[in-house]
C-alpha cells in the first residue's frame, strides 16, 4: 500500500533577497522548519524506511545550513562581504526564497538516496519548508518517472 513517512527538522539561519522591494531585502534570520515526506511501500518489516535512517540521511544537510548566512552567489554585496570577513556561508546559485531551499534540500536528499548502498523502495520525495508558522513552500518528484 502506497504510505507517507514524514520527519521534521529544524535549524537557524540568515539570507536576505537583493531584488526583493520590501524587508526581505535586509539581512535577517529565520527558524526554518524542514519537513521530508517518503512516500514508498512498507517492507516486511513493516517500514517504509527506519526514522533513524531518515535521520542519518538528511540530519548532515541540517547541520551544514544551521548557523550559516545562505548565500545567492548573484549577491555582489554580500560576495564581497564575506570575502573579507569568513563565516559559515552556503552557497546556491538562485535566489534564497523558501522555494529554492526546499529545491535545494531535495536535490540533495535524492541524491543521499541514490548513495545508499542498500538501495531504498521509495518512490516520491517531498519536502516542505516553513518560513515561518504559517508560510511554507513545497516541492516534489516522482522518481519513478526519472
Ligand atoms: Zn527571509
Not at 8 to 34: T, V
Not at 108 to 115: A, N, P
Request: proline letters at 5%; hydrophobic letters at 40%.
Amino acid at each position: 500500500m502506497r504510505t507517507s513517512i514524514a520527519k521534521q527538522f529544524r535549524w537557524e539561519m540568515g539570507h536576505r533577497l537583493p531584488d526583493h522591494p520590501g524587508l526581505c531585502k535586509n539581512i535577517h534570520g529565520h527558524s526554518y522548519e524542514a519537513q521530508v515526506i517518503l512516500v514508498g511501500e512498507p517492507d516486511h518489516t513493516g517500514m517504509v524506511m527506519d526514522y533513524f535512517d531518515v535521520k542519518a540521511l538528511v540530519q548532515p544537510l541540517i547541520d551544514e545550513l544551521d548557523h550559516c548566512f545562505l548565500l545567492d552567489t548573484h549577491d555582489t554585496l554580500m560576495r564581497e562581504f564575506f570575502a573579507s570577513h569568513p563565516m559559515k556561508v552556503v552557497e546556491i546559485n538562485v535566489p534564497t526564497t523558501a522555494e529554492n531551499i526546499a529545491a535545494y534540500l531535495l536535490q540533495h536528499i535524492i541524491h543521499q538516496l541514490d548513495q545508499l548502498p542498500t538501495g531504498h523502495r521509495i518512490f516520491d520525495v517531498k519536502v516542505r519548508i516553513y518560513e515561518t508558522e504559517k508560510t511554507y513552500a513545497e516541492v516534489s518528484r516522482d522518481l519513478q518517472t526519472l
